[in-house]
Every structure is written in structure tokens, then in C-alpha cells.
């Protein structure tokens, strides 16, 4: 049986991390993850202030033995966050998924689906894609500045995804081995940075439409960290 850990990466999540862990303890029960073994659940707490370690404590001996906690001080961002899960994560497959369960655990079953046809080593969740179910948009002006940071992405480097924020994806782990030492980007332009290395490695990358809902209270600025993401998108295309 192949096995899979779930990297959570969290930052002041204790409002939504209770919801997020019964969907998760639902969703392995009802077989959301198809024969895979959910070895670890990793939270990484990322310099939060509230209680998210506490509720990964609580939950772990309450409902979910595969929650582990790991703490990293101070705050240094999702990407910086997530990579410590991928360079601690025991699974052959991890899976990158936001705290808020935007998109719900039972899609990865078309993740996993698209990585077997394809043959694939990294499958992204899209938002962007015809055959996306957008159930709950964001405000305008988020919806609007994520297709156009999207465009300019695609533009700088080279990438022909149409969403490559997506806090939904699935990787192989051994894939990408060669070059994870390598990966510089701490906040959110990271998953920018996986891609670009990726396809300079020609590991195969599959885009797949996914159910996705906003939820409120997003530690995402509109205008600061877009802002930052388009910087380090330039500086990655000189880098990489």
C-alpha cells in the first residue's frame, strides 16, 4: 500500500482548524483518499499567536493519532512553512492542502486519478480550468488580481498553468528529491517556485480542475503579497 502524509501549513488557524480536522477524520473514514495510507497529518505551525498548537494536541488525542504538530519561530511564511513539512514528511506522496479546506478533501481522488492516467509526478489543483466548480467566489477584486498575477506568472515564466495558487496539490516525493534542498521562497510565491523547478528537472505536471469554496478570514493581503509574489517571480526567472 502506498502511503501519503498531508501537510497542513497554518498560521494563526484556531478558528478553522477544528473544522478542518473533523472534514479530514470524515473524509479518510469515507475512503477520500482511495488505498492510500494516511501515514501523518503535518501541521506546521508557522509562528502563530493563538492556540493552533494547543488544537493540534487536542485533536490528535481526540480524533486524528496522525496529527503532529511542528513548530517553527518566528513566523517566516507558507512557503518557508511547507517546505518543512515536505523535507519531514515520511509518505512516497504528499499532499499540500490549506487549513481552511477550500477545496474538500474528496478531490483528491481526481488528483490521484489525473497522476496515474498521465503517469504524472505533480498534480495541481486548478480553479481556473472550464470544467472548475467555483462554488463560493472570492470578493471581486481578489478574483481579478489572482487571474491577472496568474497571467503575469505565465508571462514571466514560461508556465502554462492558469492557476498555479492553488492550496490543493498532490506530489510525488522522491521526484522532487533532487532539487527541494534548492528551493529559496518562504511566503507565498512558493508554489511558483516548485513548478519552475519541476519542469527544469521534466518531471511531469498535471493541472486538474477542482471543487473549490472561499472561506473567509484569509491571511492573504491583496495588495502587499501580490505585490511580493511578483518580485520573486521576477528574481525566480533570473535565478532558475
Same mark, same amino acid.
Not at 3 to 20: H, S
Not at 39 to 52: H, P
Given at each position: ?17 477544528? !473544522? ?7 473524509g ?27 488544537i ?10 496522525q496529527? !503532529?504538530?511542528i ?33 474538500p ?17 505533480? /498534480?495541481?489543483?486548478? !480553479? ?12 471581486? +477584486? ?15 515564466t514560461?508556465?502554462?498553468?492558469r492557476?498555479t ?5 498532490? +506530489? ?5 528529491l ?6 529559496r521562497?518562504? !511566503? ?37 503579497? /501580490? ?14
Amino acid at each position: 500500500m502506498q502511503t501519503l502524509t498531508i501537510v497542513i501549513p497554518a498560521y494563526n488557524e484556531e478558528p478553522r482548524l477544528p !473544522r478542518t480536522f473533523a472534514l479530514l477524520k470524515s473524509g479518510i473514514a469515507e475512503g477520500a483518499f482511495g488505498d492510500l495510507q494516511v501515514l501523518e497529518i503535518l501541521v506546521v505551525d508557522d509562528g502563530s499567536k493563538d492556540l493552533t498548537k494547543q488544537i493540534c494536541q487536542n485533536y490528535q488525542s481526540l480524533l486524528l493519532p496522525q496529527i !503532529r504538530c511542528i513548530p517553527v519561530f518566528p513566523n517566516q511564511g507558507k512557503g518557508n512553512a511547507i517546505h518543512t513539512g515536505m523535507k519531514s514528511a515520511l509518505g512516497e506522496w504528499v499532499l499540500i492542502a490549506d487549513a481552511d479546506t477550500a477545496t474538500p478533501w474528496d478531490q483528491f481522488k481526481k488528483l490521484w486519478a489525473n497522476l496515474a492516467r498521465d503517469q504524472s509526478s505533480i /498534480a495541481i489543483g486548478s !480553479r481556473d480550468l472550464p470544467e472548475s466548480d467555483v462554488r463560493t467566489k472570492q470578493s471581486w +477584486i481578489r478574483e481579478h488580481m489572482g487571474k491577472t498575477f496568474n497571467f503575469i506568472v505565465r508571462l514571466i515564466t514560461g508556465l502554462p498553468y492558469r492557476d498555479t495558487q492553488c492550496g490543493f496539490k498532490l +506530489i510525488h516525493k522522491k521526484s522532487i528529491l533532487p532539487f527541494l534542498d534548492l528551493l529559496r521562497v518562504k !511566503r507565498f510565491a512558493w508554489d511558483v517556485e516548485l513548478l519552475m523547478f519541476a519542469r527544469k528537472n521534466k518531471l511531469k505536471i498535471s493541472e486538474v480542475a477542482v471543487s473549490w469554496e472561499h472561506q473567509e478570514a484569509s491571511s492573504v493581503h491583496p495588495i502587499r503579497d /501580490a505585490s511580493e509574489m511578483l518580485l520573486r517571480v521576477i528574481e525566480m526567472r533570473i535565478r532558475i
